[in-house]
């Protein structure tokens, strides 16, 4: 595709529901990073995959949040049983290859408000 | 201490002068360094990469890298306010983490 793409790009959830991200990364590159991102800070690293592989959940802020990537292209992240303090907007990146030198390209993120 | 740390603004500049973004890194491994742009309400887009120390010249934007010092910054020179955007630097950490700072506001007035 000609860039990366996420779906819902706004979400509403009421306290305690359960939601999912969808990231649909540039056709061909390995590498698929989630970030989350408060009002007024920079992007916090989430997790990384490379191909349908998990090799770093380090970010994740607690164990209500899952992500996958089945196919080694789309992946979901999903939020249970969601809290206020997970209101923030969720970018997805890609890069091409797997290399700390490679750039990412962000898609437009989903922005999530919990009430 | 937070990985990356960047003076949050915000910076004000006038139109056509320079202006300067600074970034610190606490990770002396880290090899790559980005600097990305971000409009309000958009997502964040590359603007230029460094992974040399010294100087790198792409138009009108200038980054420096200082491995010693744990320092790269970004210079804009003929500021224009389209420039008006916050400035994110983006630090490579352990496996393929990245790491950014909160950002520079920057205000170019007309």
């Known amino acids: 595709g000609a860039g990366v793409s996420q779906s819902p790009r706004y979400k509403v959830a009421k306290r305690g529901q359960d939601v999912a991200l969808r990231c649909d990364p540039i056709?061909?590159?390995?590498?698929l990073f989630w970030y989350q991102q408060a009002l007024g800070q920079g992007p916090e690293f989430l997790t990384y995959?490379?191909?349908?592989?998990?090799?770093?959940k380090s970010g994740l802020p607690s164990d209500r949040f899952f992500a996958e990537r089945p196919e080694g292209s789309v992946s979901t992240l999903k939020i249970q049983r969601t809290q206020q303090e997970d209101s923030a907007v969720y970018l997805c990146?890609?890069?091409?290859?797997?290399?700390?030198?490679?750039?990412?390209?962000f898609g437009p993120g989903t922005r999530l408000l919990v009430l | 201490q937070k990985e990356v740390e960047q003076n949050s603004g915000p910076l004000s500049v006038p139109e056509g002068a320079i202006a300067s973004l600074n970034c610190t890194y606490s990770?002396?491994?880290?090899?790559?360094f980005f600097w990305y742009r971000q409009y309000s309400g958009k997502s964040p887009e590359l603007i230029m990469f460094?992974?040399?120390?010294g100087d790198k010249e792409d138009g009108r934007f200038t980054a420096q890298l200082n491995k010693a010092s744990q320092y790269v910054s970004l210079l804009i020179r003929d500021s224009q306010p389209s420039d008006s955007a916050t400035y994110l630097c983006?630090?490579?950490?352990?496996?393929?983490?990245?790491?950014f700072g909160t950002g520079t506001s920057l205000t170019v007035i007309p």
């Open positions: 990146a890609s890069s091409l290859w797997d290399r700390s030198q490679e750039t990412q390209y």
């Open positions: 056709s061909g590159h390995v590498s």
């Open positions: 995959f490379q191909n349908e592989a998990q090799l770093d």
């Open positions: 990770d002396r491994g880290s090899q790559s």
């Open positions: 460094i992974y040399s120390n």
């Open positions: 983006a630090v490579n950490g352990v496996g393929n983490q990245f790491y």
